[in-house]
């Protein structure tokens, strides 16, 4: 059950999201501490949550920011993160966004294709600029996770691919305005199969040693984010195991001396800590179960939409006899249900029901569908 006092419940209009500051600065503590053995750089994905009390904690614990677009640039900047630790990644960087992130110098762009490379060049040239570069290579690992978040398959849009990198090395010193400073991977998110990131490491010898055999040494490798976290049990797993996650890095990755290690991690840093919270509207007979309809929806949180992803769902309010539920919300499409044959206790109109592990992917994926209002965010020390 979210540990949430009463008042804090009922003070606000419903939905929305309830952020644990409490759990948010414990389970960033234990990331940095996980990852201080051995060194490594953990720069967090602005993706996942870009609130500004949130970003405010990562700066402070001394994170950098992990960035795919230019306002996400701009938030990280103004929230106080310094230029040189802020990075920009994503395949479609526009060349708006791409000058403001030269205006302000930021350590590096993750660069995703030839094309990219011909632009960012002619840019930082235009801009008296020379753009800090790393190559992002599709290391053509299977995440074994969802296929609409793996991201390392050559299938996949996202990076420059193996066979594609000595046309790429071939071309490099003709762009007097980039400089190549690190080699970049990330295959996917929501990773729980920790053999896939011992896969990963293997890979990304294989690759660094394709770079050395040429002469070439990064300063940084860039290993992605993609740790999964325990959608089932958000109490028993709210921290999730950093220890294993870095320790697989440090036992098969093999950094050059000197070479820096960065991580870029999202979910596993946030996604505990949010919760949804809605109120019940209407309970409604159905033929094989009741409806619960709420004042919540895909428009909140379309993780269950999009990618028939489990969030547990508590009643905060109702201690009666556990029945059987479609839990649904109020737009007009059947995929907006957060759970189908939901036990829970019998629930009536004005119940408070809890959506949690929602603060990775939830509250920056809403939209104003159906003319939605924003749903408000407040933060409480749980
Ligand atoms: N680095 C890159 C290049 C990425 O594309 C992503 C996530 C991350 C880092 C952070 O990954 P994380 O540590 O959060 O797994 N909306 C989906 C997830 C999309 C992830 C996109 N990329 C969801 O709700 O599950």
């Not at 920011?65 to 040189?84: M, W, Y």
């Not at 800090?132 to 299938?155: D, F, K, S, W």
């Not at 209407?282 to 939409?305: Q, S």
């Amino acid at each position: 059950m979210l540990h949430i006092k009463k008042a804090e419940l009922q003070n606000h209009p419903t939905p929305f999201y309830a952020y644990d500051l409490k759990l948010l600065r414990e389970t960033l503590q234990a990331a940095a501490h996980a990852a201080g053995k051995y060194g490594y750089h953990i720069h967090y994905a602005l993706k996942a949550n870009s609130n500004e009390p949130i970003l405010a904690e990562m700066q402070q614990i001394g994170f950098g920011a992990d960035c795919v677009s230019g306002n996400e640039v701009k938030r990280a900047l103004e929230t106080g993160f310094a230029p040189e630790k802020v990075v920009f990644a994503g395949v479609g960087k526009s060349d708006r966004e791409l000058r403001f992130a030269l205006e302000n110098d930021i350590f590096c762009f993750n660069v995703e294709s030839l094309h990219e490379l011909e632009v960012l060049n002619e840019l930082a040239g235009e801009s008296g600029k020379t753009a800090r570069i790393a190559l992002r290579i599709n290391p053509n690992v299977n995440a074994q996770t969802h296929h609409y978040i793996t991201t390392g398959l050559e299938e996949n849009k996202f990076g420059i691919n193996f066979w594609e990198l000595e046309q790429v090395l071939e071309l490099l010193p003709q762009f007097a305005h980039l400089q190549l400073i690190g080699l970049h991977f990330h295959i996917g998110s929501q990773i729980t199969e920790m053999s896939v990131f011992r896969a990963l490491c293997l890979r990304v010898n294989e690759i660094q040693q394709w770079f050395l055999n040429r002469n070439i040494k990064v300063e940084h490798l860039n290993v992605g984010g993609g740790l999964g976290v325990d959608y089932h049990e958000p109490e028993t797993n709210a921290i999730p195991d950093f220890e294993t996650y870095f320790g697989i890095f440090n036992e098969f990755l093999q950094p050059e001396p000197g070479q820096q290690v960065h991580f870029e991690l999202g979910r596993a840093l946030v996604a505990q800590s949010g919760t949804l919270i809605s109120k019940v509207l209407y309970i409604k007979k159905g033929i094989k179960t009741n409806f619960i309809i709420l004042d919540a929806g895909m428009t909140e949180l379309i993780r269950p939409a999009l990618y028939q992803s489990y969030h547990k769902i508590e009643n905060q309010t109702s201690k009666a006899p556990e029945m059987r539920y479609d839990v649904v919300g109020p737009i007009c499409e059947s995929s907006d249900c957060f759970g189908k044959a939901v036990m829970l206790p019998e629930t009536n109109r004005g119940d408070l029901l809890a959506i949690r592990t929602a603060g990775a992917y939830g509250e920056v994926m809403s939209s104003g569908y159906n003319l939605r209002d924003k749903a408000e965010a407040i933060y409480f020390e749980g």
